[in-house]
């Protein structure tokens, strides 16, 4: 009985050192397998997306017309304000040149003492005639006659051209408005001696009721706009480009799109770019002429490779993400990218395809070739905003 306790206490130790030993091995597998580092992992996912480049422009009316005076003379009046909207045909300023109604004047009595030697001239020829017939007088005297009257009336259209002349620099002391617009500034007032050989206008008319805006794009940019864009001729390509848009100098968007309608046939050699005009209806005349702005040209984009701008890192001006594979490993992989980005996304031309997995964020100290624990996230949260 005393040996069989002996053999009993014997056994229980060794089978706990002998279930020790056999857990040893699981227990060294999962401690590594929790030492991993977890990182954030999402699935690379073909998207549709609409992208959008942007270029400073310059605005300006489609008419900016300078107002100038067209004789000598005091400016007897301002009918207008700066800022006024006026009508073509509308009176803006006044010109005390009282020259020019003496000259009028003077014209008008030249064609009375013209028309007076037209009529004496005629009676002359009348006289002459009836003698000439009668053999009374030469015919030559009746040829003098006619050549003095020929003269006379010579001399009354002369007249009648001065008063004209006369008539129409009497006009230009109304000046008027040639275009319908908004008046810039009036840098001369009432009083000041004005006329043609003056360097500043009197003022400036913008027809500001559509805009054009002018951006310019270099040649690399202009080529690959070209290709893009469907159409057999500048004309057909023209018209395929879907409507821009038009961002503010304070960063809020225009309601109105617009239409790009014309790209300059030649490139600047001293910038290397060519200029492009967009027009905008502005019937709030909420544009104005020198005004800066953005305009913005959307394209659109099927089944797009894009990854969020922070799943990406720079080394010696390239992109680089990191790839992850089945058993968490992580490759440092080299990407290519648009130009253009998506919102926070970058679009990948090269180096990735659907269902890659890439690490998300946070890999700063992440090392090429190390092994990671994988948390998978949801897609539709990591593309919100596409």
Do not use: W
């Not at 590594?32 to 992208?51: I, N, Q, R, W």
């Not at 006379?152 to 319908?180: C, D, F, H, M």
């Not at 800066?292 to 890192?313: D, F, G």
């Amino acid at each position: 009985m005393k040996k069989l306790n002996f053999c009993l206490s014997l056994s229980i130790p060794a089978l706990l050192l002998l279930a020790s030993c056999g857990n040893s091995g699981q227990d060294k597998g999962d401690a590594k397998a929790g030492s991993l580092p977890s990182y954030p992992v999402f699935s690379v996912e073909a998207k549709s997306t609409s992208l959008e480049t942007e270029y400073p422009a310059t605005l300006e009316g489609v008419q900016n017309v300078d107002i100038r005076a067209k004789v000598d003379g005091f400016i007897d009046k301002i009918y207008i304000d700066e800022g006024a909207t006026v009508k073509k045909g509308q009176l803006l300023f006044s010109i005390n040149a009282p020259q020019y109604e003496q000259i009028v004047r003077t014209a008008g009595a030249a064609i009375s003492s013209a028309e007076a030697d037209v009529n004496a001239a005629q009676l002359q020829v009348n006289k002459t005639k009836p003698l000439v017939e009668k053999d009374i007088i030469s015919k030559y005297d009746l040829e003098a006659a006619q050549l003095t009257l020929q003269s006379r009336r010579a001399a009354l259209a002369q007249a009648k051209a001065e008063l004209a002349n006369a008539k129409t620099n009497l006009s230009y002391t109304k000046i008027l408005s040639p275009v319908s617009g908004v008046v810039g500034s009036i840098p001369f007032k009432e009083g000041s001696l004005v006329g043609p050989s003056n360097s500043q206008p009197l003022t400036t008319v913008s027809d500001i009721s559509r805009i054009y805006a002018y951006f310019s794009m270099n040649e690399k940019q202009l080529l690959d706009f070209t290709r893009d864009t469907k159409g057999t001729s500048v004309e057909s390509k023209i018209k395929s480009i879907p409507p821009v848009t038009l961002t503010l100098a304070d960063g809020t968007t225009f309601p109105e799109t617009g239409k790009i309608e014309s790209i300059n046939g030649l490139i600047n050699t001293g910038t290397g770019s060519a200029s492009l005009r967009a027009t905008f209806s502005n019937q709030a005349m909420l544009l104005k002429t020198g005004a800066s702005a953005s305009v913005r040209i959307p394209k659109h984009l099927e089944n797009a490779i894009l990854v969020p701008q922070k799943s990406t890192m720079d080394l010696q001006g390239k992109k680089f993400v990191y790839l992850v594979d089945a058993k968490g490993t992580v490759t440092q992989t080299e990407i290519e990218i648009m130009e253009v980005t998506s919102g926070d996304f970058y679009v990948v031309t090269k180096g990735l395809k659907p269902g890659d997995h890439l690490v998300l964020e946070g890999f700063q100290s992440l090392k090429n070739g190390a092994q990671i624990k994988p948390e998978m996230q949801n897609s539709d949260v990591v593309y919100t905003g596409i």
